[in-house]
């Protein structure tokens, strides 16, 4: 394998996207170092200057939230301190505010670094800063504001989850209930446990350690007997003695709970993996077996493609069941991430893939690209791949040239952030 090495050492790739403002990932920096001595790359390599960090947080809105000498302070893409290092803490910048911690107490400070909000707040929750709210506990309770600082709904909750289609579990006495933005109760605070109201439906409850699900008037859609309920913007998912199935928002049973443990929860391109009696298929959000349960193992649908097992040998079918790429690959198989999918050597499939085998990359066409021979391989930005070879973590692009050294440290290799 060519090497070319630069003379820094890197450790975590972050390679950052926008998750939640953005249409399309895009390649934005890399983070270098080790310890205390952290510094900021450009898609090069390089970095963007000589200043090193103790934190380097996420990019977003143009700026970095940055540690040094145990204090927070804000640089743009370029390096420059924007907003000097003086809070205890600070997270990235969300709809033009940062949360910030100075002597004990939170506040709301602005990307020029002007407070919104004087730091006054025993704490404060991220969990609806991209809605323009904020969660703030003042007095040992919790209320809802504004990111300038009007209050909407006063401190008087012992917690208060994520706002969803304009209401909000919250919690009186260790029991939840259901409120809408103007403080006005929906659901009486009866419920040991109130989940998600994603669907703008219906949300699940839990009596007697069992979980249910209950409409917007309290009416009982589905009576507390399942161990597990999940809530999703359009769908409802179920386990019961280990066994699973869904239910679509309003309650109706679309596929029974006698699906095994192992089963996907969550519908990838309108279609979800099932497995019973050790066979695989696909359903789709009507509930409808689309694709028979006839593979001996299968991944979940990416880039119009879904990988397969039948007779020891992997393949890729269509949303059809259409076999796309012939059944030739022994070992493990994963989905298509950025027009690649990655093979490992195994000569069986247990469904772990994060296990000793060697890993190489296939084009949609089932070309092999890179042998299987790391450790681990996925792909990177800019036509490059991560990969784990001979204990190192390395950046490496098509010609498997070495182009860093990469040092895993307990953070992922990628995260999505905000590109601007």
């Known amino acids: 394998m060519k090497i070319k090495l630069y003379t820094i050492t890197l450790f975590t790739l972050l390679v950052f996207s926008n998750f939640a403002f953005a249409q399309k990932k895009e390649f934005v920096y890399y983070i270098s170092g080790q310890d205390n001595k952290l510094q900021i790359l450009n898609k090069t390599g390089q970095p963007i200057s000589d200043e090193t960090y103790s934190y380097v947080g996420n990019f977003s809105e143009g700026l970095f939230p940055v540690k040094k000498n145990d204090k927070y302070g804000f640089i743009n893409k370029k390096g420059k301190l924007v907003i000097p290092y003086k809070y205890d803490f600070a997270n990235e910048m969300i709809k033009g505010v940062s949360i910030v911690k100075i002597d004990g107490k939170y506040g709301l400070i602005d990307k020029k670094g002007q407070y919104r909000i004087k730091p006054q707040f025993e704490d404060v929750n991220f969990n609806n800063l991209k809605k323009g709210i904020i969660t703030f506990k003042k007095d040992g309770l919790y209320g809802l504001m504004d990111i300038k600082g009007k209050i909407i709904i006063s401190n008087r909750f012992e917690s208060i989850g994520e706002i969803e289609n304009g209401y909000v579990v919250v919690k009186i006495g260790g029991k939840s209930g259901l409120i809408d933005m103007k403080g006005k109760t929906v659901l009486p605070f009866q419920y040991s446990y109130l989940g998600s109201f994603e669907n703008a439906h219906s949300l ?8 249910g699900l209950i409409d917007l008037k309290g009416n009982v859609l589905l009576k507390p007997e399942f161990d597990f309920i999940y809530t999703s913007e359009d769908m ?11 239910a679509d928002k309003y309650g109706n049973i679309l596929l029974p709970t006698e699906y095994r443990e192992g089963f996907r929860r969550f519908y990838y391109e309108g279609l979800m993996v099932l ?19 006839i593979y001996d193992e299968a991944g979940n649908f990416s880039e119009g493609l879904a990988p397969v097992l039948k007779e020891g040998k992997w393949g890729f079918i269509n949303a059809k069941g259409e076999t796309v790429i012939d059944f030739k690959f022994v070992g493990v198989m994963t989905s298509f991430q950025n027009g690649f999918a990655s093979f490992g050597k195994r000569g069986f499939s247990s469904g ?33 791949f991560i990969v784990e070879y001979d204990s190192q973590k390395l950046l490496i692009n098509n010609k498997e040239e070495v182009i860093a050294i990469l040092k895993y440290e307990g953070q992922p290799d990628e995260m999505m952030m905000d590109s601007n």
């Open 204 to 211: 699940s409850f839990k009596k007697n350690s069992k979980m």
């Open 352 to 384: 772990a893939y994060y296990t000793t085998d060697l890993w190489g990359l296939i084009d949609k066409k089932g070309n092999i690209v890179i042998q299987n021979k790391y450790n681990s391989i996925k792909v990177a930005y800019n036509g490059n």
């Open 275 to 293: 497995e019973k009696d050790k066979k695989f298929g696909y359903a789709n959000k009507k509930g409808q077996i689309v694709i028979p349960m």
């Open 236 to 246: 409802v998912y179920l386990t019961k003695d280990t066994k699973n199935g869904i």
